[in-house]
């Protein structure tokens, strides 16, 4: 969580610099969601993400060089500069991508999980999404099917309570997203999305049921992103009361409370994470910075792939 934070912030930094540009979504706040589901998956299985996905990158096993020359737009990020902050993309850890499209993902998902089932694997394909994308018909359409065809999905709602400037309660007329997930007879539950020990225990379970044949579970991760939608958004519509209750629940200090009253953390543990993290960091960032842009006369290079015979 500690490396998803500071990458984060870092983010920042160069964006103000101009080394990263165009969208860029930070999920600071909600890193226990990726880091506590992460950590009950296997190698094997494959995860699909949304745009705001650095961290989700970040724990799967994507290296923070890669991502970070993603970021910058260079040709040694994971897709060669090609997707930026929005796709990371590395298929060598199943990592099948960010998507700038609200629910784009979910449909993928069931079909990796499709693929996974008929090839008869016992992967478990992970997606995670928003609140906001479960208004969308992507989503019905594919719990419909992942439920019908008891496909190996392990859904992730990530609930921060916003779709961009849209509170949940505003946009859709059943606020509670597990019911939703229940039409569909999907086991589905609710967890602490701030607590990175709950999401994990949650996790497993339904990882476990999935691969013992259970078909998809759904989590609702109740969770809240402390800065803006992205790096365009004012932040108007939360009242700044709101965000101040939801950061006394940072899922960083609150394990690190909870470790240090077990006497398995030191401050100076604590230290020495720090330093390793900011090490990690600066190589990412000096390797992200010496990167190359692609050639120009590549620019068209990938829009018809290059082992199609064309007709
Ligand atoms: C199909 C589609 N509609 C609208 C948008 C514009 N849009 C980008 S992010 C976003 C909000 C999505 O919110 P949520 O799913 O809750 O994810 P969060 O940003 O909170 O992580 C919208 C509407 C889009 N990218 N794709
Ligand atoms: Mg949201």
Request: charged share 25%; hydrophobic share 45%; glycine share 8%.
């Amino acid at each position: 969580m500690l490396r998803i934070r500071r990458f984060e912030e870092r983010c920042v930094e160069l964006y103000s610099r101009t080394a990263i540009r165009g969208f860029l979504h930070l999920g600071i706040g909600e890193e226990a969601c990726a880091v506590g589901v992460m950590e009950a998956l296997t190698p094997d299985d494959a995860v699909v993400a949304t745009y705001r996905e650095h961290g989700h990158a970040l724990a799967r096993g994507v290296s923070m060089r890669s991502a970070m020359a993603e970021l910058e737009g260079k040709l040694e990020g994971s897709s060669r500069g090609r997707g930026g902050s929005m796709h990371i993309f590395d298929a060598t850890t199943r990592f099948y991508g960010g998507n700038a499209i609200v629910a784009g993902g979910i449909p993928l998902a069931v079909g990796l999980a499709l693929a996974d089932q008929l090839q008869g694997r016992q992967q478990v394909t992970t997606c995670f999404f928003g609140d906001g994308a479960v208004a969308e018909g992507e989503f019905h359409e594919s719990m419909n099917l992942a439920a019908l065809w008891h496909l190996p999905v392990l859904f992730c709602c990530e609930n921060n309570l916003y779709a961009m400037g849209t509170a949940l309660a505003r946009a859709q007329s059943e606020t509670d997203l597990s019911l939703k997930a229940a039409a569909y007879r999907v086991p589905s539950w609710d967890v602490d999305g701030m607590d990175v020990v709950a999401v994990e225990e949650a996790a497993r379970r339904a990882a476990e049921a999935i691969r013992e044949g259970g078909g998809p579970h759904f989590l609702e991760l109740r969770t809240y992103r402390f800065r803006a939608h992205s790096m365009y958004d004012p932040d108007r519509y939360r009242d700044k009361a709101e965000i101040e209750q939801w950061k006394e629940r940072d899922p960083i200090p609150a394990l690190v409370a909870v470790l240090s009253a077990e006497g398995l953390l030191t401050d100076d543990d604590v230290d020495e994470l720090e330093s390793a993290v900011t090490a990690e960091l600066d190589d990412a960032v000096a390797f992200a910075d010496a990167g190359t842009l692609e050639a120009l006369e590549d620019l068209e290079r990938f829009v018809v792939s290059e082992h199609a015979e064309m007709p």
